[in-house]
């Protein structure tokens, strides 16, 4: 059965940068399989933040971490990342990493339907 596994997440000030990492296993990230962010805050819906398309590398960000966020992929470490800078209080949730196999469009790529695996979450805590 894949999985995939987070790393990275932490407590950090305001301001402050994290490097989350996402590892999968017994899944091959290729070009056939697209990955994404999502987080999820206490009371809240799951949201998406970044999707990377395994087909041609094209990135969609959620507005909300545009400029700030930057997702990335190393398919030979079978693993993907997503930096975040300039972090604020409203990005404190946990984040979860998602591979699906496919091509989302930019319409579709926020749905949580659009990805057959999913890991089991690392929280980020922005405070002073």
């Known amino acids: 059965q894949p999985q995939l596994g987070e790393s990275g997440g932490g407590l950090v000030r305001p301001g402050g940068s994290l490097r989350l990492s996402c590892v999968a296993s017994d899944l091959i990230l290729n070009h056939y399989y697209s990955t994404a962010w999502f987080r999820q805050a206490p009371g809240k819906e799951r949201e998406a933040v970044s999707c990377?398309?395994?087909?041609?590398?094209?990135?969609y960000y959620d507005d909300s971490v545009k400029g700030r966020f930057t997702i990335s992929r190393d398919n030979a470490k079978n693993t993907v990342y997503l930096q975040m800078n300039s972090l604020e209080p409203e990005d404190s949730a946990v984040y979860y990493c998602?591979?699906?196999?496919?091509?989302?469009?930019?319409?579709?790529?926020?749905?949580?339907?659009?990805?057959?695996?999913w890991g089991r979450g690392t929280p980020v805590t922005v405070s002073s």
């Open positions: 998602a591979a699906g196999y496919g091509t989302p469009l930019k319409t579709t790529w926020r749905g949580l339907a659009q990805y057959d695996y």
């Open positions: 990377m398309i395994g087909a041609d590398g094209t990135t």
